[in-house]
Structures are given as structure tokens and as C-alpha cells.
């Protein structure tokens, strides 16, 4: 074969091992696989999303028996998404799981229960509440725990017969409920949780954290000599009510402590709003009014009685209204006389107002019959610092508790409608949340005047008398004391 014959066939050999390999790159066929992104970012190719999915299934029984569950899932970062791939390297199951085991968590089949928030009024006005979210394996153990918590604010016996419609008839005095319901929506979600996360896997936990908003342990107290639930309470800065949930093995503010007992110090904060409406009768005392009849023919300080005061008896309704427990609003329903009051005269002497108030001699500011529907005490980790009382209804009156000066009157975002007396013996009374005011500052008063009506102005869930007693200007200052002292 001469050269040129040579030289031909090299360079068609040449070419044709071009073309060979032109064409094998050409002709190569493409492959569906899947792309794992953990956190956004690729961390490799897969053959089949089922394999991983079962790999990480079997390999994680130690999750399986935490929480006796039959599978376990990709962690809620992790993205699988199929694509079509040339020549890129695919890797293994097992060598995906071993790269994701340690930046992230598995996760498992359950509910995600979120209890929306409500509007409440604030010192600061109206505010939402946040929402509370918690996780379940099973929809049950939620309905159960809600169940459990609202215990606490609804007597076991009154509710189950409530539900069953099996409430008696009231026919003397008593209580029925008309409706108890949660305020809150609640929204529930099945979700794949993360393991990670805060899961509930029994009522009691669930129902304690619904109630006090942690699952940590609860501050204990130690009982003194001379110790009362009243006392304990006041002292720790809980309500009596407070105190009550918090230690279910009492169940009245009566049952008594013995020195060395622990007792549970746990301020409550629910995660939702239990409305109980109740259509309430009771039997009440008429408190007859001390009339008095000027003579100016007497000598002051001189006093006869004309007329004996006999209390009279009524049989008083009304609609109350609770929120968690607390009574939020008494609004009076009917009122039957059963023996009527018959007022105490008093003949007198020519009455000389004074401003200074009589220390032995109080008189109570509204009409009645009333409810106090919330006492002087701790509340909420907050101290009530006076009496809330209701249940005479909107533009009944409000009166001095004594006689004194009105040092302020008018209005704040807080207190409404108030007026504050200095009764000039140290001590200072306070009015809030009224409708109107009848009086105005530097005006001399009488206790037992007319000074303003009932509302709910100002920070007030319901028409009430926020009554408080100050031994120094209130405020500034000032220490609030309770008014059952005087009254």
C-alpha cells in the first residue's frame, strides 16, 4: 500500500471514530430521577422518593416507639422534586438519610390545634389576645384536656347536668345555666410534626398547660402555723380561685391547712375564654335606709329614734355573666318582695355638715340588693385594689361612703367616670366606671349622699362599682386596705 493509500485510510478511520462518538453523546438516553433540597439547598439525586421514604421509616424505630406510631416521615425542610438528568451521579438512599440524620429533624403524623386569640379590654384599651398553638397525635387527648380545664372554672356536677339537660327547676333559690361555650375559634389542622416540637401525648400535661401556660414545675409553698388558703393566697400574690385550681385537693376557701403541708404556688393563665351565662335566684336581706329628720329646735349631736329599721327579705334574679370564673357582668332580672323594709328614723338636731368623716359610722356605696362579683385580693398575678360591686343595674346610684371633701372628679381611660374623697381622717374613698358624676371637686359631702350612678366607662367588662379605700391619697402614694374593714 503506497503512503497516500495510508494517509486515506487514517484519516477515514479518524472520522469515522468522530462520528461514532458525536453520535454515542447525542443518542444518550436521559433518566428521571429526584432532586433533594434540604433547607432550599441540592444536596443530591435519587432514583425513587418511596425509597427514601421507606429507608428513613425503617431506620427510625427509636422515634416509632417514643411514640408508638407506625411510621415516621421526611423532616417538613426537605423538598423532593423530580427532574430529568443526563450523566449526573445519583446517589443511594442511605447515603441521603446519613447526610440529613443530623441537620434536621423527622417527622410524624399528627394535629397542629391552634386556639385563637380574642379581644379583651386592657388598662391599655382593647388588645388581641395571641393565639395559643399546640401539637396532638390524637384530636382526643385535646378534646379531653379542654374538657379537664374547663373544670376549673365550671362545677363538674352543674356542667354534666347542663349538657344532659337535666337541670332542676329552680323553685326557691338557685342557679341555672343558661350556656357555657369557649370564645375563642379554634382551628384544627391534620400537619406532619416535627419531632422537634412541643407534642402533647397526655391529657394531663395537655390540660396543665392549658391552664397555666408551661409544663414547669409549679412554685411550692411550705404551711405555716396560723397559715389559711385566704391568707396563703394574699401573701403569694394568687386570687383564692387561683389557688384553688392549682391545688384540687381543696375545693373551698374554708378546708383548712396544717403546718408542713405543700401546697402548689401556680398563677393561672388560660388559653382560652370559657363563657358561662347564668340565670341566678337567690334569697337576699333588704338592708332598710336610716332616714334622717331635722329639728331645729334640738341641740346638735342630739338624737332620737322615731322609727325602729327592720330589714326586709327579696327574692332577686338576675343574669350573670363569668368569664373564666370571674364575674365580668350582673345584670338585675327581677326582684319579688317577700317582707318589705321599713326605713329607721332618726330626729336629729340641726344638721351642721362636716367634711371630716366618722370612722365608726360607713355607709355602703350603692343601692341595693348587689353582688360583689369581684373581692379585694390578688387576681391574675395583679392586686384588686378595692370591691367590684354590681348586679343594681345601669344609673342605679352611687353614695359617699363618708362624709368628706371630693378631691377630684372626672374622667380617665382607665377609671371612667370616678371621683375620689378625702374624708379628712386620713383615709380617701374611690369611685370608678360610673355612668354619670353628681358632684364636683372642693363640694363638701354627707355619707349616704347621691354622688353619681353605675356605668361601665372607661376599663370595665361589665356595668359595675370599682369601690377602693386609700389610708393616703390614692395613687400617690396612698396604701389601699379592704373595705370590708369599714363596711
Known amino acids: 500500500m503506497n503512503p497516500k493509500t495510508i494517509l486515506y485510510t487514517i484519516i477515514a478511520l479518524i472520522m469515522s471514530s468522530s462520528v461514532f462518538l458525536f453520535n454515542s453523546s447525542e443518542t444518550s438516553d436521559p433518566q428521571e430521577v429526584y432532586r433533594v433540597y434540604l433547607d432550599g439547598k441540592s444536596i443530591g439525586l435519587i432514583y425513587s422518593k418511596a425509597e427514601l421514604e421507606d429507608y428513613i421509616n425503617k431506620e427510625e424505630e427509636t422515634i416509632k416507639n417514643q411514640y408508638d406510631v407506625d411510621n415516621v416521615y421526611i423532616p417538613n425542610n426537605l423538598d423532593i422534586v423530580k427532574e430529568v438528568t443526563y450523566n449526573e451521579k445519583v446517589q443511594s438512599a442511605a447515603a441521603i438519610y446519613d447526610e440529613i440524620k443530623d441537620k434536621s429533624s423527622f417527622t410524624i403524623k399528627g394535629y397542629k390545634i391552634t386556639i385563637k ?34 373544670g376549673a372554672f365550671v362545677d363538674d356536677e352543674s ?124 334569697i337576699e336581706d333588704n338592708h332598710y335606709t336610716t332616714i334622717y329628720e331635722d329639728d331645729p329646735t334640738l341641740a346638735v349631736g342630739t338624737e332620737i329614734v322615731k322609727q325602729q329599721g327592720v330589714n326586709g327579705v327579696s327574692r332577686v ?108 381622717n386620713g383615709y380617701y374613698s374611690v369611685y370608678a366606671h360610673m355612668d354619670s358624676i353628681r358632684v364636683s371637686k372642693g363640694q363638701i359631702v354627707e355619707g349616704g349622699q347621691l354622688i353619681g350612678t353605675m356605668g361601665d366607662s372607661g376599663f370595665a367588662t361589665g356595668v359595675h362599682l370599682h369601690f377602693a379605700i386609700y389610708y393616703g391619697y390614692p395613687f400617690l402614694g396612698g396604701v389601699s386596705v379592704n373595705p370590708r374593714r369599714f363596711l
Not at 411550705?222 to 400574690?237: A, L, P
Not at 383564692?240 to 393563665?269: C, H, M, R, W
Not at 362624709?403 to 372628679?409: D, K, Y
Open 317 to 424: 334574679t338576675r343574669k350573670v355573666k363569668k368569664v373564666n370564673g370571674d364575674i365580668v357582668e350582673a345584670l338585675p332580672a327581677g326582684e319579688e318582695v317577700i317582707k318589705p323594709k321599713v326605713d329607721q328614723i332618726i330626729i336629729r338636731g340641726q344638721k351642721q355638715v362636716s367634711g371630716v368623716g366618722n370612722l365608726q359610722v360607713w355607709f355602703w356605696p350603692t343601692a341595693r340588693p348587689y353582688i360583689i362579683s369581684s373581692t379585694y385580693g390578688w387576681r391574675w398575678g395583679k392586686l384588686h385594689e378595692g370591691l367590684d360591686i354590681s348586679g343594681t343595674g345601669r344609673g342605679s346610684p352611687i353614695y359617699a361612703a363618708n362624709n368628706g371633701v371630693v378631691v377630684q372628679a372626672g374622667y380617665t381611660g382607665t377609671n371612667g367616670n370616678y371621683v375620689y374623697i378625702d374624708h379628712n
Open 159 to 282: 356542667y354534666e347536668k347542663f349538657l344532659n339537660d337535666q337541670q332542676e327547676e329552680i323553685t326557691d333559690e338557685g342557679t341555672l345555666i343558661e350556656d357555657i361555650y369557649l370564645q375563642n375559634d379554634i382551628i384544627i389542622k391534620e400537619s406532619n410534626i416535627s419531632i422537634k416540637d412541643q407534642i402533647f401525648l397526655t391529657v394531663e400535661d395537655l390540660s396543665k398547660y392549658l391552664l397555666f401556660g408551661t409544663l414547669d414545675e409549679q412554685q411550692k409553698y411550705t404551711v405555716k402555723e396560723g397559715d389559711t388558703i385566704e391568707s396563703v393566697s394574699f401573701n403569694n400574690k394568687l386570687s383564692v380561685g387561683e389557688f384553688l385550681i392549682a391545688n384540687e385537693q381543696f375545693n373551698s376557701a374554708d378546708n383548712l391547712l396544717y403546718p408542713g403541708q405543700e401546697v402548689t404556688l401556680g398563677i393561672i393563665k388560660p388559653a382560652f375564654r370559657l363563657v358561662e351565662e347564668d340565670h341566678v335566684v337567690s
Open 117 to 150: 386569640g380574642v379581644e379583651e379590654m386592657t388598662e391599655e384599651g382593647t388588645k388581641q389576645t395571641e393565639d395559643v398553638s399546640v401539637n396532638v397525635l390524637d384530636k382526643d387527648i385535646f378534646v379531653e384536656a379542654v374538657d379537664n380545664a374547663m
